[in-house]
């Protein structure tokens, strides 16, 4: 299991770094070239550097606040049911 996890953990290191650097020509560089230079066809319209993100962080914090009301609703059951059960 040990390998299966060193590669996993290196595949994913190497997408984020993929990714970040992407991000980081897309976001940085990008806007000092021409808009009729080749390069720009590389990367999707500038507006989308700042979209993404915030969809991305929109996502994020929606699914960690499902997360988090999730098991506060699991603990509060089992609260009720522990109450119940000591006054029976």
């Known amino acids: 299991m040990a390998l299966s996890d060193r590669l996993l ?3 994913m290191l190497a997408i ?17 070239f021409p808009a009729d230079s080749p390069i720009q066809a ?14 991305l ?3 994020g914090l ?4 499902a997360f988090v009301g999730s098991v506060m609703q699991r603990e ?5 049911e522990r109450d119940l059960q000591r006054r029976a």
């Open 76 to 80: 509060a059951a089992k609260r009720r």
């Open 57 to 59: 962080l929109i996502v």
């Open 9 to 11: 953990g290196g595949a």
């Open 16 to 32: 984020a770094a993929f990714v970040f650097g992407y991000y980081s020509l897309w976001a940085l560089i990008t806007p000092f």
């Open 42 to 55: 590389y990367f999707p319209d500038r507006i989308w550097a700042v979209r993404g993100p915030a969809i």
């Open 62 to 65: 929606g699914g960690i606040g």
